[in-house]
């Protein structure tokens, strides 16, 4: 089994950046694709970003391309979602979850484990 935390949310003006990290745990997450995803308030979680076991393989939600960044070091068992340019609608608890395969995807119910999420808030 695997745990996931998240950390790196807080509250940040409009344009500014945060880092988001998901630390893994209980097994070691190099040979799994990660992937990040968000709920605002009232809404539906969506898909934000996905990578493969090595990074060699990314994915992007449309509304995030260009300002959001995913990478990951293995060696650290850790997850990373570095977020410029941030927005009002950015506003959510972004969650990082993992898949037991190499492939990344842009859907839930293809990830298996799930951190408790963290909070950004961004202010206009």
């Known amino acids: 089994q695997v745990q996931l935390v998240e950390s790196g949310g807080g509250l940040v003006q409009a344009g500014g950046s945060l880092r988001l990290s998901c630390a893994a745990s209980?097994?070691?997450?190099?040979?799994?694709?990660m992937g990040w995803f968000r709920q605002a308030p009232g809404k539906e979680r969506e898909f934000v970003a996905a990578?493969?076991?090595?990074?060699?393989?990314?994915y992007y939600a449309d509304s995030v391309r260009g300002r959001l960044t995913i990478s990951r070091d293995n060696a650290k068992n850790t997850v990373y979602l570095q977020m410029s340019s941030l927005k009002p609608e950015d506003t959510a608890v972004y969650y990082c979850a993992v898949r037991r395969v190499i492939v990344p995807a842009r859907t839930e119910s293809a990830y298996e484990y799930w951190g408790q999420g963290t909070q950004v808030t961004v202010s206009s």
């Open positions: 990578i493969s076991w090595n990074g060699g393989t990314t």
């Open positions: 209980g097994r070691t997450i190099s040979t799994y694709a």
